[in-house]
Each structure stands twice: as C-alpha cells, then as structure tokens.
C-alpha cells in the first residue's frame, strides 16, 4: 500500500468513491433476527433475500494512527413497519470514535454505550455525526424512495463488534408510524 497522498471523489448522483478497494453487500439473510416483526422477516426472506445496504471500503493498514474511510449506502424498504438498517456493531477496541457525514437521503443513527444509554441522531444531507469511543451505531433509512449516503471515518485499529448486537440488539426501533416515524423501545431488547 503506498504511503503516498492520495484523492478520490464521490460523484453525484450515485456517490459510490470513483476508487474503492472492497464492495460489500448485505442482504436482509445477515440481519437474521434483528428486525423485530420475525413472521415478516421470515416471509419475505422466503421470497428473495434483498439487498439491504452496501458499504465502499478504502484500505489502509488496520493500525492506529491510520483511519479508515469509505461511503455506506441503506436502501430504502421495510420489514414489517422497521426500516431497513445496517447491522450495527460497538468497535472492537470500544474506545475508538467515529465520524458520519450524510450525503444524500434521510435516515438516523440508532446508538448506545454499555451502559444501556440509548441515542438517536438525524441524518440528513449536510449533517456530521460524532460517534463518541463506546457507542454502538447502527444506520436507519427512513425514506420510502430515496438510499441514505454516509461518508464515515474511523480510527483504523477500531475493528468491529458484531456479535454484541447479535445477542442484546438496540434499545430503540425505528418504525413507520401513521403519522410519521416513530421511535419506540425495542421489547426484545437484552438490557446489558
Ligand atoms: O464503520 C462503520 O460504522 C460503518 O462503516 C459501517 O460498517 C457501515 O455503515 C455498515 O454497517 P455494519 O458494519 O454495522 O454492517
Ligand atoms: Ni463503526
């Protein structure tokens, strides 16, 4: 890996970085038991495992003193009344922070620390996010056509903790209300 500067752009309207080094791709198959409506989930997991969002990655060394940047896309859609998100994850070294900025789209950020503290940030475009060392993140789309575009930058030693969420889930759901959304305490939460 060079050691040299180097640029990249994230052209409208698509925002995907003009150089990546890795494309992933998440199906509604890896968020298995994270929607709380799982006779929905199950049904439409029967149908077709839909793309639920991507993230372009920019490797550098996964070291500290490096950060790691790259654009995550949620596409719009819903299980049951959930919209669709991302995984969510702490960092593997949890004192490591983040930063989010919304390029495109309206969405929030689902948080909480160890402690069992909930917090919930709009993203909209132009809005930036600190995600303080300690917090889980995960990204919500709330719009019905639109895909919510995040840059992200994070220490490069961060690493990432799924399986935490995997077991407690977050404390707050974002659902479609009938008058807007809403954000409700999650009954299948595992409180730490
Ligand atoms: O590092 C981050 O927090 C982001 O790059 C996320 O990895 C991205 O939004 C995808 O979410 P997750 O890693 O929870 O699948
Ligand atoms: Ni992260």
Known sequence: M???????????????????????????????????????????????????????????????????????????????????????HFHAVIDTAEVYLCMKGEGCMVMENPQGETSVASLYPGSVLYVPPRWAHRSVCTSRQQDLVTFFAYPGHSGHDYSTIE??????????????????????????
């Not at 003193?65 to 654009?71: A, D, K």
């Open 2 to 88: 060079p050691d040299t500067p180097f640029t990249f752009t994230l052209p409208f309207p698509t925002l995907i970085p003009s150089h990546f080094d890795n494309h992933i791709e998440r199906r509604l198959s890896s968020l298995k038991g994270q929607f709380f409506d799982l006779d929905t989930y199950q049904k439409m997991l029967a149908v077709e495992d839909s793309l639920v969002y991507e993230v372009y990655e920019i490797r550098r060394p996964e070291a500290a003193g490096e950060i790691l940047t790259g654009i995550s896309i949620v596409h719009p859609g819903k299980v049951g009344r959930e919209f669709y998100m991302t995984k969510g």
């Open 167 to 192: 077991r407690q889930g977050f404390g707050k759901l974002v659902l479609e209300g009938e008058k807007g959304i809403e954000i409700v305490d999650n009954p299948r939460w595992n409180k730490p």
